[in-house]
């Protein structure tokens, strides 16, 4: 099947409060979390907030503000696989079981530091993290938090649920980070955000009494005394743990919160959700800086060039937009290593439009781009990943965005090599039609080149004849 796609009906009421909790899928995967962390802690903090009688509008931003909370986590990803020498999804995820006190955190960084690196690698980045632990605690922390409140922002969520997210990792004592603030100056969404994220990590690992204990322990330090009292309280319903094991948990949650009615999504604000979290993508590694959005405007030229429709087209931009959602789910010591790729390391490699197809499938506003997702290395002779796909099962929207991502992966820097020219990307590319690449998309990249090159060369003309000697 090589022609476009007939144009899918999408529902005119998709709500907000859907699309984010299957959004939230991802972010799990990111901080090396069992997929439904963000909901479960959502279930919790709802309750927390309900407790201590939060109005129905500010449990709604809760609600929001507890689902992005991990907005900002790809963007300190591969710093960690440089500083730790290790997996960074596997270092998120048993960092937060730990609680702060000096033992712990030198058994942590002991027992997480370089180890399949050889050993004088191991003993300097060791020292390194000792010698300056507390200025790597707080740029780690400090690019999260600023980044995922700079993205809940530009997905339209109010500056209330932003400063939640900004403050995410302050602790009730002023030992938190990255500020220091303490007590009530820390945002209420923040304080229950951090304690109900403890809680399901504890619960979902050890039990129900392991994460009272935990928390418990951590009460004026961490947590707000009166508020672990609510939570105490709300967990002495046996209802209120057996819901949290409930496979439709993200439903019983919005019925509760939104009883009636939820915002509803339009093609618009679709569009600047899926180019806000185009950027949690592309922020995992400093190679895929700005990957996506180049994606998105290659595919939309070649889109333009073969005469595709414009509503077509903005379908397919989000398809650009959120086609390598799945690297979410590889370590950055992985996506970013230098060298050759073991065959286990390669493997890995290949799932990630796996894990794409799984977490867009689910989001009812992106389900149908997920095959575009799935099958962006997928190769007309069989050869591509990861189904070894033929000419006549992939799709021409696939094939649109497979000439757009590989043009962009050969002429922007690589963990192994620099960018090319595009001369000797478009030599490189040339060999590849009609085994790897469509013939009819290929042409209407080169098509496109030319003509962002006579503009740019008009111009750059035109600001010569005025003066301007700036080159763009």
Partial sequence: MNTLKQDIDKSDSLHLSELVSAISTALDMTEGQPIGHCVRSCWIGIHIGQEIGLSDQDLSELYYMILLKDLGCSSNAARICQLYLTDDQKFKHDFKK?????????????????????????FHAIINILQDGGEIARELIETRCHRGAEIALKMRFSQKVADGILNLDERW??????????????P????????SQVIDVFHTSEGRHAALEEVRS???TWFEPDMVEAFERVAN??????????????????????PTHDITVDEDYLDDIASAFAKVI???????????????????????????????????????????IGKLGISNSILDKPGKLTDEEFAMIKMHPVFSVNILK???????????????????????????????EIDMETRIVTVADIFDALTADRPYRVAMPIEKAISIMDDMVDSAIDSQCYKALKSAIKEVSKLNASLQDTLAQVGVKETI
């Fill in 188 to 195: 209420i969404f923040s304080r229950i955000a951090l304690l």
């Fill in 282 to 324: 592309d922020a995992k590694s400093p190679f895929t800086h700005g990957h996506s959005e180049r994606v998105m405007g290659y595919s939309d030229l070649i889109a333009q060039q073969m005469g595709v429709p414009h509503h077509k087209r903005r379908w397919l931009r989000r398809a650009a937009l959120l086609h390598d």
């Fill in 237 to 258: 319903e046996d209802k209120f743990w057996a819901q949290i094991k409930n496979p439709h948990l993200e439903n019983i949650i919005q019925d509760l919160v939104f």
């Fill in 98 to 122: 730990t609680n702060g006190s000096l033992p712990q955190a030198l058994r942590f960084v002991l027992s997480h530091t370089g180890l399949q690196a050889s050993l004088s690698e191991r």
């Fill in 218 to 220: 951590r009460s004026g």
């Fill in 362 to 392: 689910n989001i009812i506003a992106f389900s149908d781009i997920s095959p575009i997702a799935g099958g962006h290395h997928e190769r007309l002779d069989g050869k591509g990943y990861p189904h070894g796909l033929h000419d006549n």
């Fill in 173 to 186: 004592n002023g030992t938190g980070l990255p500020s220091g603030v303490s007590g009530d100056d820390i």
